[in-house]
């Protein structure tokens, strides 16, 4: 069984650059969160993918968007970065809302963006 | 709307010694309740979780945790901490009708020889 994987895993961007972070789900899950971590602090929900589409949206203003591939794998791209934007991005895998639910995310080891 | 507090943002303790990490909770349903623990560079690892019956969960790594609805709290504890224990430890919640996780702001666990 292949965990959740992240790529990649560290890199620095400039202020107003563009990033993309990309995440493979576990094996059978269907659904992918992302998180972001800034230093110190817990992680904080941006949004989740279900099948191709988003299902939900933390508090992240629009310049954070997603995608989600056919093979569940996903996208988190961030533009016009800002310096409060570093941090670490977890993205985690779920069986997903057609299943019951246990509530139980998996995580990867994530991704982590320096902004300058 | 929901919530988890974590009460002291480090704790030590001496090897050997009882492990007990604070979490009180907020929720206007049935919580699902959950601790996740961070090693240095790594994502999030389950230790355990609770969602319904019986209130005492036990976990991996000798953790246990016991969901007190009076008391609005999910204290994580381990008998006896070990040197491996050392890490970030995070409480999270959710609900029955969804997967999307609100956590703490982490405690910071060290132990000591």
């Known amino acids: 069984e292949t965990g959740v994987t992240q790529s990649p895993t560290h890199l620095i961007k400039t202020r107003g650059q563009q990033v993309t972070l990309r995440c493979s789900s576990q094996s059978g899950h269907n659904t992918v969160s992302w998180y972001q971590q800034a230093l110190g602090q817990g992680p904080q929900f941006i949004f989740q993918y279900y099948r191709e589409e988003e299902n939900g949206r933390g508090n992240f203003p629009p310049r954070f968007s997603g995608l989600q591939f056919p093979n569940y794998s996903s996208e988190l791209n961030v533009n016009a970065l800002e310096l409060d934007d570093s941090a670490l991005y977890l993205c985690?895998?779920?069986?997903?809302?057609?299943?019951?639910?246990?509530?139980?995310?998996?995580f990867g080891e994530g991704s982590r963006l320096t902004v300058l | 709307a929901q919530s988890v507090t974590q009460l002291g943002s480090h704790v030590s303790v001496s090897e050997g010694a009882l492990v007990l990490l604070r979490c009180n909770y907020s929720s206007s349903v049935p919580p699902y309740l959950f601790w996740y623990v961070q090693y240095p560079n790594q994502g999030l690892q389950l230790l355990l979780k609770y969602t319904t019956g019986a209130t005492l969960v036990k976990g991996i790594n000798g953790f246990e945790a016991e969901f007190k609805k009076s008391e609005t709290s999910f204290h994580l504890t381990k008998p006896s901490a070990h040197m491996s224990d050392a890490a970030e430890y995070f409480c999270a919640v959710s609900d029955s009708t969804t997967d999307k996780l609100i956590f703490g702001t982490g405690t910071r666990l060290q132990v000591f020889p």
């Open positions: 985690a895998s779920s069986l997903g809302p057609d299943r019951v639910n246990t509530g139980e995310l998996f």
